[in-house]
């Protein structure tokens, strides 16, 4: 169970182009999904949190206007990377919570984005 | 400034050998404290959760604990195996959110037959 899928897995684009990431868990209801970007051999940095049916919270620091989110239903949530260029290029993971404070995180596995 | 470490990028252990990996962090309150396991080019995997009134946790070879006053949980991995190695993360989320995660800077660890 807790089955998060995440599409594409790789992707190369045209620098000044956009790119949409999606995210569905297939098993499970997710209240809550989280965006998070991984540099290599570094840590996953949260970019931001979206609720179903209502406007994600971005972290300090990540532009609401490149990278934009939709949580539509309980079961899909997107990023999409607007006006790609090359320093957007990594690799982008999406996570799905039923909610509850403190509940596992679920991952896809991820989406490498490459930007030339 | 606040911080996730974890004590060593990588750390390389005997097979059968108990592995344990630090992470500490600096201006967090945490409410929940996990760990996870990262495969290369997977997302990571869920393994323990340890709340913040806790002070250890078990589950098969796996133990965690949990010091407030330290700032710092440990992972221990028991009898180690080659299957073992993988980048372990461990990730607090604060109190004034519950389901907020971030991440630490990961350790690779590597068992050795």
């Known amino acids: 169970g807790a089955v998060v899928s995440q599409h594409p897995s790789r992707v190369i684009c045209k620098s000044g182009t956009s790119v949409k990431i999606e995210c569905r868990s297939l098993?499970?209801?997710?209240?809550?999904m989280f965006w998070y970007r991984q540099f290599p051999k570094k840590s996953l940095m949260l970019m931001a949190t979206s609720n179903e049916g209502s406007k994600a919270t971005y972290e300090q620091g990540v532009e609401k206007d490149k990278f934009l989110i939709n949580h539509a239903s309980l079961t899909l949530s997107t990023l999409t990377v607007t006006s790609a260029h090359p320093e957007d290029s990594s690799f982008y993971i999406c996570?799905?919570?039923?909610?509850?404070?403190?509940?596992?995180?679920?991952f896809g596995n991820g989406t490498r984005l490459t930007v030339t | 400034s606040q911080k996730i470490e974890q004590n060593s990028e990588a750390l390389n252990i005997q097979e059968g050998k108990t592995a344990t990996l630090t992470c500490n962090y600096t201006?967090?309150?945490?409410?929940?404290l996990q760990w996870y396991r990262q495969d290369p080019g997977r997302g990571p995997v869920f393994l323990l959760l340890i709340r913040e009134n806790e002070k250890e946790k078990r589950k098969e070879r796996l133990k965690v604990t949990f010091d407030t006053t330290l700032k710092q949980s440990l992972f221990h991995i028991t009898a180690s195996q080659p299957a073992d190695s993988a980048t372990y993360l461990c990730?607090?989320?604060?109190?004034?959110?519950?389901?907020?995660?971030?991440f630490g800077t990961g350790t690779s660890l590597t068992v050795i037959p």
């Open positions: 990730a607090l989320a604060p109190m004034n959110t519950g389901n907020q995660f971030y």
């Open positions: 201006n967090y309150s945490p409410a929940y």
């Open positions: 996570s799905a919570s039923t909610g509850t404070s403190g509940s596992p995180l679920h």
């Open positions: 098993d499970f209801q997710a209240t809550t």
